[in-house]
């Protein structure tokens, strides 16, 4: 599923996130290729890492950010699909091969966030489409690299520590899914 398709049924749950969504929707209606860097905003998909048994969250630290938050990045050269990009990236900064979108393939959120500019890279947005991954081996997690460790958290304790509104958000959403305290209004049919 592209990007468009993707959030053409998608329904945001706030204000600031309506208007996200409407600006990726332009982006992806416009771009040939909304995943390529070289447009000021374009997409990357990211996921909360779930174990459902325990209902904890994984959270890797970004030494870029400064901060504990959810897995991904961009897409390589020729992906189109959003859950794709999430569960390679999730795969690849985790090392947990089990991976399954949970407890589908729907969005969680669409944020776009601003980047700041580091070395030869300008300042530029990232249109983030953000899932949820479970795993059923929580204890076979590797971090990709020593500077960008993982933990383990409940969903409040991950909140707490959250220094992002949106983040803090997704995580909102997230507890609402593993508690079934409600459904996820935002979340596609």
Avoid at 150 to 171: M, Q, S
């Amino acid at each position: 599923m592209t990007v468009a398709e993707l959030l053409a049924g998608y329904r945001p749950r706030t204000a600031t996130e309506a208007a996200d969504v409407a600006r990726v929707r332009t982006l992806a209606g416009s771009a040939a290729d909304p995943w390529r860097r070289v447009h000021p905003l374009h997409v990357t998909a990211s996921a909360f890492v779930v174990h459902p048994g325990t209902g904890r969250v994984l959270l890797r630290w970004h030494p870029r950010q400064r901060g504990w938050l959810q897995v991904g990045g961009h897409g390589d050269p020729g992906e189109r699909e959003p859950i794709a990009v999430a569960l390679r990236e999730g795969r690849e900064e985790t090392g947990l091969a089990d991976l399954v979108p949970w407890p589908d393939a729907s969005l969680l959120q669409v944020v776009v966030v601003p980047v700041a500019a580091k070395g030869d890279e300008p300042a530029h947005e990232h249109a983030d489409l953000r899932f949820v991954l479970a795993t059923g081996e929580p204890d076979a997690v590797r971090p990709e690299r020593p500077d960008a460790p993982l933990r383990w958290l409940t969903v409040a304790e991950a909140r707490a520590g959250a220094t992002e509104d949106n983040v803090r958000e997704a995580l909102s959403r997230l507890a609402e899914l593993i508690t079934g305290a409600g459904p996820v209004s935002a979340r596609t049919p």
